[in-house]
């Protein structure tokens, strides 16, 4: 079983929910830490640091598509389904918000690559 397709104005409702990160995310996502290294001595933190920086914004990124998935649900078997559902919205909603980011489903268009 899974969820069907909403109307535009539910998942205007929705991403209006949650914070827009594709900018931040296309930022982070372009650094190379190889090309950063090169920029500081043998010994430093810092290209460490932009491995952990860029895994953290990935990890931020999969939190908000599953938060996307378990609003999606909740409002697909509550208001669209028929006949609706409370118990497998409710279901699904535990579902998407609990399962860990490798777990997860992903979808292109706002799903980290790479």
Not at 81 to 109: G, L
């Amino acid at each position: 079983m899974s969820r069907g397709d909403l109307p535009a104005d539910a998942w205007d409702r929705i991403k209006g929910l949650l914070p827009d990160l594709e900018s931040k995310f296309d930022r982070v996502d372009s650094w190379d830490p190889n090309m950063i290294a090169v920029a500081f001595h043998h010994e430093s933190d810092i290209p460490v640091a932009v491995v952990c920086l860029i895994d953290a914004v990935r990890t931020l990124f999969a939190a908000r598509y599953a938060l996307l998935e378990c609003y999606a649900h909740g409002i697909y078997y509550r208001d669209v389904a028929q006949p609706r559902d409370e118990m497998i919205a409710v279901w699904f909603e535990r579902y998407t918000s609990t399962m860990p980011p490798s777990v997860s489903t992903r979808q292109p268009s706002i799903w980290p690559t790479g």
